[in-house]
Nanobody, 122 residues
Framework: QVQLVESGGGLVQAGGSLRLSCAVS????????MGWYRQAPGKQRELVAV???????NYADPVKGRFTISRDGARNTVYLQMNSLKPEDTAVYYCNAMRVKALPLKPATDYWGQGTQVTVSS
């Protein structure tokens, strides 16, 4: 059973910083990519940032230059460093592990974390 455990959310003032972590546990042979998504009240879930197994990254335009995604492959952990936070960054942030294989010949599956609340006050 694969599980994603997120941590690091909380309340911060505008201009502040937070660091989110997401650890993937369970029987894992490989993980293709990992990413962060967010969902604000009344809005659809949207991509924040992704990182491939090779370290390539992609960011949503609203967070470029402020957020940094990184990955510790040995620990199957992904991080999201969020700087210069704005009130519009307030949302529940979800971790995503893409195309996870428990064994080489097993089919790949995507997994999601339970979400962590980030609230930025003005």
């Amino acid at each position: 059973q694969v599980q994603l455990v997120e941590s690091g959310g909380g309340l911060v003032q505008a201009g502040g910083s937070l660091r989110l972590s997401c650890a993937v546990s369970g029987t894992i042979f490989s993980i293709n990519g990992m990413g962060w998504y967010r969902q604000a009240p009344g809005k659809q879930r949207e991509l924040v940032a992704v990182i491939t197994s090779g370290g390539l990254t992609n960011y949503a335009d609203p967070v470029k230059g402020r957020f940094t995604i990184s990955r510790d492959g040995a620990r199957n952990t992904v991080y999201l460093q969020m700087n210069s936070l704005k009130p519009e960054d307030t949302a529940v942030y979800y971790c995503n592990a893409m195309r996870v294989k428990a064994l080489p010949l097993k089919p790949a599956t995507d997994y999601w974390g339970q979400g962590t609340q980030v609230t930025v006050s003005s």
